[in-house]
């Protein structure tokens, strides 16, 4: 089945610094969506990708995914203690159809010290 | 703004007892999932529902599990005989197109 691998599976930073998380496909994928978890929380839609090589910024984050549509990332400059929270890449299963479910990469657990 | 609510926040059962989770997803929404998270782990994909029937499940979702629309609002799972490893944090979630709006979760432990 689709496999969805994202690593690294934690990260440690200090206020300012940037983080990025990436998410790697075994498998061409039709679209990629990214949700933000916070501690305790539900999991919470940020984007989707389609076109490949797209590059999207909201504010500090920036996303990407890759020309072969197997890859993407997920950049935050200068990080701030409200972006603490483990980040997820989603993909869709096989035929992108609306109704699919998502499959879920492993997450990457952002810790944030001031 | 709309939001997907889901009943109890926490739910403790013994092994072998039967557990229904509740969900009321956003009204104008079409599809409608369930998605567990063990401790610490990432989210896993257990059952789609479309057109009140389900769309698709996973190896997860074997006969103890079922899932129901009774009426126009309420989404249910249920767990007919719990397992210890059935602990988890079990989110309900629903969407019209891309985005899928989650639940708080239902935290089900089974001692």
């Known amino acids: 089945g689709q496999q969805v691998m994202q690593i690294p599976q934690y990260q440690h930073v200090q206020e300012g610094e940037d983080f990025t998380t990436y998410c790697n496909s075994s498998?061409?994928?039709?679209?990629i969506q990214w949700y933000k978890q916070r501690p305790g929380g539900h999991p919470v839609f940020l984007i989707q990708?389609?076109?490949?090589?797209v590059v999207k910024k909201q504010k500090r984050l920036t996303f990407q995914f890759g020309e072969a549509k197997k890859n993407s990332s997920l950049h935050i400059t200068a990080t701030q203690t409200t972006d603490v929270g483990t980040y997820f890449c989603?993909?869709?299963?096989?035929?992108?159809?609306?109704?699919?479910?998502?499959?879920f990469g492993q997450g990457t657990i952002l810790t944030v010290h001031p | 703004e709309p939001e997907v609510t889901q009943t109890p926040s926490h739910q403790v059962t013994q092994m072998g007892q039967e557990v229904i989770l509740r969900c009321v997803p956003i009204?104008?929404?079409?599809?409608f999932y369930w998605y567990r998270q063990i401790l610490g782990q990432k989210v896993e994909f257990l059952v789609s529902?479309?057109?009140?029937?389900?769309?698709?499940k996973s190896e997860i979702f074997d006969d103890q599990f079922s899932v129901e629309r009774p009426d126009g609002s309420n989404f249910t799972l249920k767990i007919r005989s719990t397992k210890l490893e059935d602990s988890a944090m079990y989110f309900c979630?629903?969407?019209?197109?891309?985005?899928?709006?989650f639940g708080q979760g239902t935290r089900l432990t089974v001692v």
């Open positions: 979630a629903s969407k019209v197109l891309t985005e899928a709006f």
């Open positions: 498998t061409t994928l039709s679209n």
């Open positions: 990708l389609v076109k490949s090589g």
């Open positions: 989603a993909a869709p299963n096989a035929g992108g159809t609306s109704y699919g479910k998502l499959t």
């Open positions: 009204s104008n929404h079409l599809y």
């Open positions: 529902f479309y057109n009140n029937e389900i769309s698709e």
